[in-house]
């Protein structure tokens, strides 16, 4: 691995930390975005498809940057450095991940000519929907039906934990289009808004990532043209699997971001704080905390620089993604822990933005499969 930034991702990185900044200044600050605790901001999201966030790897053809997974993952780094919005950036990466990545690379021509332009600017949002009230890490034990109806497709189903379903013109859908269980028998469905049957429902109200609207989604009888298929039948496991791939190396890295701040304000906190007589940084215990807060930061970059770089190449990074999805998700849980002890009283105040760190890391060990579900990845890699 080569570990020199070129001058462009120098570029495009500290583009992406001064338009984070713009886009989602810290809760309380003048001119901030509210999506950080009061739900999504439509303003933000405009403004980050203006910079190029919601089509970061999308194809150039298709109105994207085109960037390959390392520069995508050091771009979304730098939102996180300059967003307190980590739920705007978890929206973001989702659409870009779980709705463009299948549609550029399993979609038909006109589908991609029709959809993705409008995507990548961010005029339009996308979602994932796949959990189901009684099947989240079980995929296989979706009951979304999909059947041939005519030219196209009628789906019936209930989806939840959905990201983005609020606000999404157009969700990915995975549903059954074979009665008999197996991986052969899921297929992907792009879903647009105001299809008849398909209905979004309200926000659901979260510990973390308020910024990032999520929600259920319901179909009923709802047609879906042929041409909306991803792939072909029997496809979508495979289509599925892709795209987590990617999403699991890439939107972690915006929490890599959000770290990197973190520990920043720690750090000034901990220099400028006095008591007894001198900074509470001077003390053992603080300064150890503050070591290991950069330690785990700096372990769960690598990890995901290495897991990028290797889809990259097209080379197997099952592990490698596993492994820096766990990193992050579980360094991100605990430097929120630390930096609440290291502030003390403070870290408990509402409003003082101490805590919105770990609200926002909570979800990071659930989304995008669980620690539990990488874990096991690696064991069966491990032979266990």
């Known amino acids: 691995m080569d570990f020199t930034w070129s001058e462009r991702q120098r570029e495009l990185h500290a583009a992406a930390v001064e338009a984070g900044g713009r886009i989602a200044a810290a809760p309380g600050e003048e001119g901030g975005n509210p999506g950080a605790e009061a739900g999504f901001c439509a303003e933000a999201w405009r403004a980050a498809g203006e910079f190029g966030l919601a089509g970061l790897d999308v194809p150039v053809e298709y109105g994207g940057l085109g960037l390959d997974r390392l520069t995508t993952a050091r771009v979304l780094e730098g939102f996180g450095e300059g967003c307190a919005d980590?739920?705007?950036?978890?929206?973001?990466?989702?659409?870009?991940?779980?709705?463009?990545?299948?549609?550029?690379?399993?979609?038909?021509?006109?589908?991609?000519?029709?959809?993705?332009?409008?995507?990548?600017?961010?005029?339009?949002?996308?979602?994932?929907?796949?959990?189901?009230?009684?099947?989240?890490?079980?995929?296989?034990?979706?009951?979304?039906?999909?059947?041939?109806?005519?030219?196209?497709?009628?789906?019936?189903?209930?989806?939840?934990?959905?990201?983005?379903?609020?606000?999404?013109?157009?969700?990915?859908?995975?549903?059954?289009?074979?009665?008999?269980?197996?991986?052969?028998?899921?297929?992907?469905?792009?879903?647009?808004?105001?299809?008849?049957?398909?209905?979004?429902?309200?926000?659901?109200?979260?510990?973390?990532?308020?910024?990032?609207?999520?929600?259920?989604?319901?179909?009923?009888?709802?047609?879906?043209?042929?041409?909306?298929?991803?792939?072909?039948?029997?496809?979508?496991?495979?289509?599925?699997?892709?795209?987590?791939?990617?999403?699991?190396?890439?939107?972690?890295?915006?929490?890599?971001?959000?770290?990197?701040?973190?520990?920043?304000?720690?750090?000034?906190?901990?220099?400028?704080?006095?008591?007894?007589?001198?900074?509470?940084?001077?003390?053992?215990?603080?300064?150890?905390?503050?070591?290991?807060m950069s330690l785990r930061l700096e372990a769960a970059r690598m990890l995901v620089y290495r897991a990028c770089w290797l889809l990259d190449r097209g080379r197997d990074a099952t592990v490698a993604v596993s492994l820096a999805k766990i990193a992050v998700s579980e360094a991100a849980i605990q430097s929120g822990l630390d930096a609440i002890q290291i502030h003390g009283g403070l870290g408990l105040i509402s409003g003082a933005g101490i805590d919105l760190a770990l609200r926002d890391a909570l979800p990071a060990t659930v989304a995008s499969g669980t620690s539990e579900m990488q874990r096991d990845i690696v064991a069966a890699r491990l032979g266990l």
Do not use: W
Not at 129 to 144: F, M, N, Q, Y
């Open 86 to 292: 980590l739920g705007l950036l978890f929206s973001a990466a989702a659409h870009l991940f779980a709705c463009c990545g299948p549609i550029a690379s399993a979609g038909g021509p006109s589908l991609r000519e029709r959809l993705l332009p409008r995507l990548a600017r961010g005029e339009s949002i996308g979602a994932n929907a796949i959990t189901e009230p009684g099947a989240g890490s079980d995929v296989l034990a979706l009951r979304t039906r999909a059947r041939r109806d005519g030219d196209g497709y009628s789906i019936s189903g209930e989806k939840t934990l959905v990201t983005n379903a609020p606000v999404a013109d157009v969700t990915i859908v995975y549903a059954r289009t074979r009665a008999d269980g197996g991986h052969l028998s899921l297929s992907a469905f792009a879903v647009e808004r105001g299809t008849p049957g398909f209905r979004a429902g309200r926000p659901f109200a979260k510990v973390g990532l308020r910024g990032s609207p999520t929600g259920s989604v319901h179909l009923r009888d709802s047609p879906v043209p042929a041409g909306n298929l991803l792939g072909a039948e029997g496809q979508g496991a495979l289509i599925f699997r892709s795209a987590m791939q990617v999403e699991r190396a890439c939107l972690f890295a915006a929490y890599l971001g959000a770290m990197a701040r973190q520990l920043e304000q720690v750090l000034r906190f901990a220099r400028t704080r006095r008591q007894f007589g001198r900074a509470i940084g001077k003390n053992q215990a603080i300064s150890h905390r503050v070591v290991d």
